[in-house]
């Protein structure tokens, strides 16, 4: 299986988290279930390639398809995120 196979979403972000959904091959999904959320092993285990510290917390319920990921930002990503919307009210 090639990751050509798999989708990754941007990065979309809230005060807390950054977060990202990855649409897998049907024929992966197949051999899942949506009763559990999966370890970082686990996804690993069936394709899905990103970076450490990502965790599996929800599933998108109308299609098995698409796993929901999140993680929390950094120091460094929140103060930029605040300096982001300080320049953006700024600019308005």
């Known amino acids: 299986m090639s990751s050509e196979d ?6 979309y972000y809230d005060d807390i988290y950054e977060y ?3 649409i897998i091959p049907k024929t992966v999904s197949l051999k899942l279930t949506q009763k559990k959320l999966y370890s ?5 285990s069936i394709g899905i390639q990103m970076s450490p510290g990502w965790i599996h917390y929800h599933w998108h319920k109308p299609d098995k398809t698409v796993f929901l990921f999140r993680r929390k ?3 460094e990503q929140k103060l930029q995120q605040k300096k982001t919307g300080e320049q953006q009210l700024e600019d308005y």
């Open 73 to 75: 930002l950094t120091k």
């Open 6 to 11: 798999f989708y990754y979403s941007p990065k």
């Open 40 to 44: 970082e092993n686990e996804w690993r």
């Open 20 to 22: 990202r959904h990855v």
